[in-house]
């Protein structure tokens, strides 16, 4: 019996051919990605408080995080108009609507615009 755990324990350790196992790597995060840039990392933290409760879930057909083809025609449109949509609200077709500031009057104007640098940077 001692042998034949003794064997496990280095067949598990060393692998079938002697040498070491190899180890998985630890899976890539899941989840909003993060970028290094300051106003990015910014529009993230907004992201994350305010935009995620219907761009996460596509709420009122918001385009989700990372759907390039339900941003493509978005971006297509410019920076701008992103912004004046984000800023002003939004009515769109197929019952598309975005309220003004995501719907938190207290946002910045900057902290609404590094929201949208977030999204379409995720996004593309």
């Known amino acids: 019996m001692r042998r034949e ?12 051919e002697g ?9 890539a995060p899941s989840g909003p990605p993060l970028f290094a840039d300051a106003h990015l990392s910014a529009g ?9 409760g219907c761009h996460e879930l596509g709420v009122a057909d918001a385009p ?3 759907d390039r083809t339900a941003w493509a025609s978005r971006i297509a ?18 019952g598309t609507m975005m309220p003004p500031r995501g719907g938190n009057p207290d946002l910045r104007d ?15």
Request: glycine share 10%.
């Open 5 to 16: 755990v003794f064997a496990v324990l280095v067949l598990g350790v060393l692998g079938c």
């Open 19 to 27: 040498r070491p196992a190899a180890v998985a790597p630890p899976p």
């Open 44 to 52: 993230r933290d907004v992201w994350m408080k305010v935009c995620r």
């Open 64 to 66: 989700k995080l990372g």
């Open 77 to 94: 449109q410019g920076r701008p108009v992103l912004y004046r949509h984000a800023l002003e609200g939004f009515f769109g077709p197929r």
């Open 110 to 124: 900057d902290e609404v615009t590094a929201a949208v640098d977030y999204m379409v940077m995720a996004s593309q």
